[in-house]
């Protein structure tokens, strides 16, 4: 059984650091794409993050957070993590970890693609 636990989220005020986990267990992952979105009250799920498990290749998302958020892995831990720098307000939600198989790059944002998803993590940044 495939399980995506998310953690690290919390109330950071603007321009602080916070560091998001996906701890992913129940297969092996290596043909995988993990994935971080957002959604905040009212609005759509918003690609954050992508990453290949097996290659490292990533992909960012919007131009909001491209230079300020980073994933990244750790197959040893067969975690995944999303650094979140020089946090805003705007940047409020709950993020999901995400898992998907063979999921192209250019495909990273597409939600339907991923069949696994993390029960979320609330950020808050207070301004």
């Known amino acids: 059984q495939v399980q995506l636990v998310e953690s690290g989220g919390g109330l950071v005020q603007a321009g602080g650091s916070l560091r998001l986990s996906c701890a992913a267990s129940g297969r092996t992952f290596s043909t995988y794409t993990m994935g971080w979105f957002r959604q905040a009250p009212g609005k759509e799920r918003e690609f954050v993050a992508a990453i290949n498990w097996r290659t490292g290749v990533r992909i960012h998302g919007t131009d909001s957070v491209q230079g300020r958020f980073t994933i990244y892995r750790d197959n040893a831990k067969n975690t995944v993590y999303l650094q979140m720098n020089s946090l805003k307000p705007e940047d409020t939600a709950v993020y999901y970890c995400?898992?998907?198989?063979?999921?192209?790059?250019?495909?990273?944002?597409?939600?339907?693609?991923?069949?696994?998803w993390g029960q979320g993590t609330q950020v808050t940044v207070s301004s």
């Open positions: 995400a898992a998907g198989l063979f999921v192209d790059p250019s495909n990273s944002w597409k939600t339907e693609l991923y069949a696994y």
